[in-house]
């Protein structure tokens, strides 16, 4: 640093932004239904989907001709806690549709995560969010 510059002081990002809960939310339906909950994600500003494969856990022992192994597509994803009850509502509609529709989701709060920027990417939030204390300049008019 130069000796004309002048040191800003640190100011948190917590003290000047509102922060939002996160949750990661864990969606297990059955294989082939998984892009419905990924678009329903991203209709409800979820910042991220990862899809896994996985089946049930009925014994193999147990698997006859009427009962098969079913494969499952988990889908994890990094929601708001504000945009969850619109995406459960969302969730228990698509579930009743059908029995190849059904599935079963659950939430984990996040309580912490490392670094703003990792935050800013998790929480969607927008590179225009101004800050909560930003001031308005109303009513002045500029200097022509």
């Known amino acids: 640093m130069s000796e004309n510059e002048v040191k800003k002081p640190f100011v948190s990002y917590e003290s000047t932004h509102r922060l939002r809960h996160l949750l ?3 969606t297990i339906v ?5 892009q419905a909950i990924i678009e ?3 209709k409800n500003e979820a910042a991220m989907c ?3 494969m ?4 009925l014994p193999p022992e147990l698997h006859t001709v009427l009962m098969p192994t079913e494969k499952r597509e988990v889908i994890f994803s990094i929601l708001r806690e504000d945009c969850w009850p619109a995406y459960k509502k969302q969730l228990e509609e698509r579930f009743a549709v059908s029995k190849l529709s059904k599935g ?6 996040v309580d912490s995560v490392a670094g703003v920027s ?4 998790l929480s969607n939030t927008r590179m225009f969010e101004k800050p ?6 109303k009513g002045r008019k500029q200097d022509e």
């Open 132 to 137: 909560i204390n930003s001031e308005k300049k």
């Open 24 to 26: 990661l939310v864990t």
């Open 118 to 121: 990792i935050y800013k990417m």
């Open 40 to 42: 329903l994600n991203n």
């Open 30 to 34: 059955p294989s082939g239904q998984s």
């Open 50 to 52: 990862v899809v896994s």
């Open 54 to 57: 996985g089946k049930g856990t």
């Open 104 to 109: 079963i989701a659950y939430t984990i709060p």
